[in-house]
Structure formats: C-alpha cells, structure tokens
C-alpha cells in the first residue's frame, strides 16, 4: 500500500464529497483505444491505436484549450472537442466520418451502462457510513446526469446529495459547486473533505473553499506531490481516522 501523504490522516469529517468520473466511475473500453477503434470502423475510418497516447495528449490540450476560453461556464461543448481530438490524433479520416464517429462517442458517454464502479467505491462507501459520515458527489458531469447514475449503480443508501456543474452553471474549482452542498446539507466547510482524481478542480477547488481534500491518484502520476493523497479509495477510511 501507498504511504496516504504528508498530511494524513485528517480527523474524520462530517461530510466525504465525492468527484464521480475516474473517482467512483470507471468508464468502460469505450471510451479507450478499442472503442475508437471500434466505432470509427463502423463509419469507415482506419483509426489506429497505436497512437493512443498522442491521441490523448492532444484529447489533454484540446480540452486546457476549451477551459481557457470559457472560463469556468458549463460547457457541453466539451465532449465534442475531446472526441474529436482523440479521433484526429488516432489517424482521422473523412470529416463526415470523423463527426459521426464522435457523436456517437459522444452519445455512448452519456449512458450509464458504459461506466462500472471501481472495485474499492462500495466497500469504502460502506465503511464510511458505518461510521455515521455523510457523503455526495460533486462533479462536472457532462453527458450523464447524477440521479440517473445514483440510481444505476444503486448508490441511493450512500449518497445523500449531489451537485453537478450543470445544474450550478459553473464547473470546479468554482467555489458554487461545493457551496451549494455544504448549505444544502448544513455543514461548515471545515467539517468536509472532497475526494477526487484532480489537482487543480477537487483538490484546489475544495481548499479554497475552506474544505479539506485528498487527491485520488489511482495511477500514481503525483507520487511527490505534497498534498494529502491515496491511490486507493481502501485507503481513504484510515486517511480520515476511521
């Protein structure tokens, strides 16, 4: 097991936020070098998955680029913008092809069916409420709405709320999303912890805030960075002293 960080464990909270996708929610080979793969064959593109780690950089830039120029909006857009990225960057091909071959990425990313849990959400969300510690999810959700996964993955006994930049208009870090679950719940900022897979929108968004935050590196990207941070969410009971 990974060492949970330099400033762990935190006393235990009132309230455990919770990012959704690449937090609790895996998505499914779909939305991987196969499922391009796959899905651009049926429109009659060759795409290649060799290329999918310059796919991905260029799915990574397309979207830091998209972010500069909205500003922290809510931006349906952005889907688009990474499927097609992805797309150019595993070899393209006809422009009518390529945007059929991303609505439908962008489609399937929108149903609930092409996510799973990771292997470590339900028995760290059990441990958690054993505890009596309260838990929702804040998350930029595009394409697939929190009730609907809420009630997917039958999560109803462990959420208590949730909050998406669709329904708040703004996208993390913005201070709304984590204000708007701390009032509809009633606790203070320093009572919450937000757990996520990014630096930038869970774990600086939520300090900001006043709450705390443990980064979730499930791949190990940050190892030396000095913040609170597990690699798994079976860690996460002990980081926050339960």
């Not at 499922?35 to 799915?59: C, I, M, Q, S």
């Not at 204000?179 to 990014?198: I, N, P, Q, Y």
């Not at 709450?211 to 990207?221: P, S, T, V």
Request: with cysteine.
């Amino acid at each position: 097991m990974t060492p949970a960080g330099p400033l762990l464990p935190m006393p235990t909270p009132e309230l455990v936020m919770f990012d959704l996708d690449y937090t609790l929610l895996r998505p499914s080979d779909q939305f991987e070098a196969p499922g391009y793969v796959r899905t651009g064959a049926r429109f009659g593109l060759e795409l290649d998955a060799a290329h999918w780690p310059l796919a991905e950089h260029a799915a990574y830039a397309a979207a830091r680029e998209r972010r500069r120029r909205t500003g922290l909006v809510h931006d349906d857009g952005l889907l688009p913008v990474i499927a097609h990225a992805i797309i150019e960057g595993l070899g393209g091909g006809p422009p009518g092809a390529v945007e059929q071959t991303a609505a439908a990425i962008v489609d399937a990313w929108g149903r609930a069916e092409n996510f799973g849990l990771y292997d470590d959400v339900l028995p760290c969300l059990g441990v958690l409420r054993s505890a009596g510690v309260r838990m929702a999810l804040v998350s930029n959700a595009l394409g697939h709405g929190l009730e609907e996964v809420v009630a997917h993955f039958a999560l109803d006994d462990f959420i208590c709320a949730g909050v998406s930049s669709a329904s708040v208009g703004v996208v993390k870090p913005a201070a709304a999303l984590f204000e708007a679950v701390l009032v509809s719940l009633d606790v203070a900022a320093a009572a919450a912890v937000m757990v996520g897979d990014s630096v930038e929108d869970d774990v600086k968004g939520a300090l900001a805030c006043g709450c705390g935050a443990i980064l979730l590196d499930r791949n190990g990207r940050v190892s030396g960075a000095p913040l609170p941070r597990i690699e798994s969410l079976a860690e996460l009971p002990a980081a926050l002293s339960i």
